[in-house]
Nanobody
Framework: QVQLVESGGGLVQAGGSLRLSCAASGRPFRSYAAVGWFRQAPGKEREFVARIGWSGSITDYADSVKGRFTISKDNAKNTVYLQMDSLKPEDTAVYYC?????????????????WGQGTQVTVSS
């Protein structure tokens, strides 16, 4: 059974950094078309944060995190990372990694077919 498990969340002050990890068990990440990170704040819809292609050479970011967040992957460790720098209080949310299920859109949550349980990120001002 394939599973995604996020870790690395926590409480950090504004301006600080965190690195989230998404470990896959079962099917290797290198065989996925893409893996994405999403986040969901209380009372808000789940929103796209970043995605990375199967080779790791293609990355894409939401405008709100561009220049501050970096997505990467280590196929040997079957893990995708999200390095988050210069964190802001508005980055506070539960962060999820997900496997892209196919199609041409990478920005909508409905195109992802496997999700982790999420990890809480809280940024204090």
């Amino acid at each position: 059974q394939v599973q995604l498990v996020e870790s690395g969340g926590g409480l950090v002050q504004a301006g600080g950094s965190l690195r989230l990890s998404c470990a896959a068990s079962g099917r290797p990440f290198r065989s996925y078309a893409a893996v994405g990170w999403f986040r969901q704040a209380p009372g808000k819809e789940r929103e796209f944060v970043a995605r990375i292609g199967w080779s790791g050479s293609i990355t894409d970011y939401a405008d709100s995190v561009k220049g501050r967040f970096t997505i990467s992957k280590d196929n040997a460790k079957n893990t995708v990372y999200l390095q988050m720098d210069s964190l802001k209080p508005e980055d506070t949310a539960v962060y999820y990694c997900a496997r892209h299920g196919g199609g041409t859109s990478y920005y909508s949550a409905i195109t992802y077919d496997l999700w982790g349980q999420g990890t809480q990120v809280t940024v204090s001002s």
